[in-house]
């Protein structure tokens, strides 16, 4: 069955809805995330910050997403998990 749609209002909303559902859906993961945006060489500085003080082995560090935006610039997102055991 199709959903229709007879106002572009109707579909805006009913697309915010399913963004705002995925992003609670993904945050409930348990897992803290960090965004960033750095020229190149601070952006991978950052990263091994943050690597150093939340080892991968303990937290699941990684590097979540990453983009070089049109300036040079990283926009990246950091996520690991907010205590080790």
Do not use: C
């Given at each position: 069955?199709?959903?229709?749609?007879?106002?572009?209002?109707?579909?805006?909303?009913?697309?915010?809805?399913?963004?705002?559902?995925?992003?609670?859906?993904r945050?409930?993961?348990?897992?803290?995330?960090?965004?960033?945006?750095?020229?190149?060489?601070?952006?991978?500085?950052?990263?091994?910050?943050?690597?150093?003080?939340?080892?991968?082995?303990?937290?699941?560090?990684?590097?979540?997403?990453?983009s070089?935006?049109?300036?040079?610039?990283?926009?990246?997102?950091?996520?690991?998990l907010?205590?080790?055991?």
């Amino acid at each position: 069955m199709a959903v229709e749609n007879k106002h572009p209002v109707e579909l805006a909303a009913r697309m915010a809805g399913k963004l705002r559902q995925a992003s609670q859906e993904r945050r409930a993961d348990g897992f803290k995330r960090e965004s960033f945006t750095l020229p190149r060489d601070e952006a991978r500085e950052k990263a091994r910050e943050i690597f150093a003080a939340f080892p991968k082995a303990a937290y699941m560090t990684e590097i979540e997403s990453w983009s070089e935006l049109a300036d040079g610039r990283i926009e990246f997102t950091m996520r690991r998990l907010p205590s080790a055991d």
